[in-house]
C-alpha cells in the first residue's frame, strides 16, 4: 500500500491549504478504510490531526476542530484535509495514514504511512 501526500506549502496566518492523500496497492479496496492525518512539529511527538473512521465517522483532535476539515473520495481513494483559519501553530510535517487497528488518536494503531508534506504557516 502507498500513501502519496501533496498540497503542502507556506501559507500567512489565517490562510488556508488543502492537503491530499492518494492511496494504492490495496488488495481489497473499500469505502470502509479508515484514514487519517498526523502531524509531527521538530522536537515534538506526532500528534492526531483529523481521521474519517469507516465512511462517515469523523475525529478531530480539539486544536483544529471547526478550522479543519477531513473528507475522502472513495471514487479517487483520496483523502483530504481542508484546513482554514491556519495559525503559526499548525505548522509540521503532515503525514497520512490508513488502515485503523485501534485508537485512531494513537500513531501506532495505523498501519500505513505517508512520506510527510510540509506546512509552515508564517505570523
Known amino acids: 500500500v502507498q500513501l502519496v501526500e501533496s498540497g503542502g506549502g507556506s501559507v500567512r496566518a489565517g490562510g488556508s491549504l488543502r492537503l491530499s492523500c492518494a492511496a494504492s496497492g490495496y488488495t481489497d479496496y473499500g469505502s470502509e478504510y479508515s484514514m487519517g492525518w498526523f502531524r509531527q512539529a521538530p522536537g515534538m511527538e506526532r500528534e492526531a490531526v483529523a481521521a474519517l473512521i469507516g465512511t462517515t465517522t469523523t475525529r478531530y483532535a480539539d486544536s483544529v476542530k471547526g478550522r479543519f476539515t477531513v473528507s475522502k473520495d472513495n471514487a479517487k481513494n483520496t483523502l483530504y484535509l481542508r484546513m482554514n483559519s491556519l495559525k503559526s501553530e499548525d505548522s509540521a510535517m503532515y503525514y497520512c495514514?490508513?488502515?485503523?487497528?485501534?485508537?485512531?488518536?494513537?500513531?501506532?494503531?495505523?498501519?500505513?504511512w505517508g512520506q510527510g508534506n510540509q506546512v509552515t504557516v508564517s505570523s
Open positions: 495514514a490508513a488502515r485503523l487497528s485501534g485508537s485512531w488518536y494513537l500513531s501506532a494503531a495505523w498501519r500505513y
